[in-house]
């Protein structure tokens, strides 16, 4: 059976358009050095040191918002800088800028700016 080319262009343009790239969000909290949090639940300001040796050496890094969440922090592809500020907040709070992803209940931050929190 053949369609006109008329009637396969009216068709595609009653299909839904394809979903839209996330937005930028903005979250708040403290920077977690995972390994110590997961480990041993360590946070708050009695662990920013040893949070920000964690950082300088290259462990991976969370924040924990207000509600409970933890976002796997990580750096935009090419544009690392913003995820690189990011480690002079650890064990302190900041205010995040970027894209936030869930991928098999992991949820993960791909971090665009980075600013002390209020």
Do not use: W
């Not at 009216?10 to 480990?39: H, K, N, Q, R």
């Not at 990580?74 to 800088?81: F, I």
């Not at 002079?88 to 995040?96: D, I, R």
């Amino acid at each position: 059976m053949r369609y006109p080319i008329a009637f396969l262009f009216a068709f595609c343009l009653t299909l839904p358009a394809a979903p839209a790239f996330s937005s930028d969000t903005v979250v708040s909290g403290e920077i977690l050095d995972m390994a110590c949090y997961l480990g041993r639940n360590a946070k708050g300001p009695s662990h920013a040191r040893c949070a920000q040796t964690c950082a300088d050496h290259g462990m991976p890094l969370g924040v924990l918002t207000s509600d409970d969440k933890v976002y796997l922090l990580y750096p935009k592809h090419g544009k690392e800088e913003a995820f690189d500020e990011v480690k002079k907040f650890a064990g302190k709070k900041a205010t995040l800028t970027g894209v936030v992803h869930d991928r098999h209940g992991i949820l993960g931050f791909e971090v665009h700016q980075v600013a002390k929190a209020d």
